[in-house]
Every structure is written in structure tokens, then in C-alpha cells.
Nanobody, 119 residues
Framework: QVQLVESGGGLVQAGGSLRLSCVASGRTFSSYTMGWFRQAPGKEREFVAAIRSNEYSTYYLGSVRGRFTTSRDNAKNMVYLQMNSLKPEDTAVYYC????????????WGQGTQVTVSS
């Protein structure tokens, strides 16, 4: 079992930056691929970014590549999403997820954190 809690969302102007954090409980954190998903109003939840257990292999949704960076610290059971050059279309609730298979989510979700980008 893994429990996830996100933090760091908020309101930012277009072009600004935010850093999301996700803390995980459970001994198996370091073995999981960790990821981020987002859901905008009226839209399906979509994959954003992921990082494998080795702490350096990452992959991204095309529209965020080059603007977002995900990282993790296995010693602290933490995963991060640094979001730069934010756009209004990045507005969504962002969710941390554990045990991804490719871009398919695992069974473990955080409660979500709201990110709002104003134009």
C-alpha cells in the first residue's frame, strides 16, 4: 500500500512557475515508477510526466516537454513536478500517481492539487 499527498498548487500568471510536491508513505516507494496526471474541467484525466525508480529516467506528455521537469528523492519518499513557462491550458487538478506502467496509471492516487494559470 502507498499513500500519496500532493502540495504546491496555486494561482499563477501565464509564464510563471510552480513546483508540485508529492510525499509517499510505504516501504515500496523506491521500487515504483512515479508519475503525474492532470484533469481539466470537462476533460479526461491525462498523463503528464513520469520518473522511473532509478531516479533519472523520465518521460513526458509532448505539450509539456521542455517546460516541466519531474524528479524524485527516494531517500525522502518524495516526487516533484517543476512547471515553468506555464500556460492557461495547463490549468487543471494535478494528481500524483504510483506504480505506472508506461503512461497507464497505477492504483495509487493522491487527492490532487489545483493549478490555475491566468492569462
Amino acid at each position: 500500500q502507498v499513500q500519496l499527498v500532493e502540495s504546491g498548487g496555486g494561482l499563477v500568471q501565464a509564464g510563471g512557475s510552480l513546483r508540485l510536491s508529492c510525499v509517499a508513505s510505504g516501504r515500496t516507494f523506491s521500487s515504483y515508477t512515479m508519475g503525474w496526471f492532470r484533469q481539466a474541467p470537462g476533460k479526461e484525466r491525462e498523463f503528464v510526466a513520469a520518473i522511473r525508480s532509478n531516479e533519472y529516467s523520465t518521460y513526458y506528455l509532448g505539450s509539456v516537454r521542455g517546460r516541466f521537469t519531474t524528479s524524485r528523492d527516494n531517500a525522502k519518499n518524495m516526487v516533484y513536478l517543476q512547471m515553468n513557462s506555464l500556460k492557461p491550458e495547463d490549468t487543471a487538478v494535478y494528481y500524483c500517481n504510483a506504480d505506472l506502467r508506461g503512461v497507464r496509471p497505477g492504483d495509487y492516487w493522491g487527492q490532487g492539487t489545483q493549478v490555475t494559470v491566468s492569462s
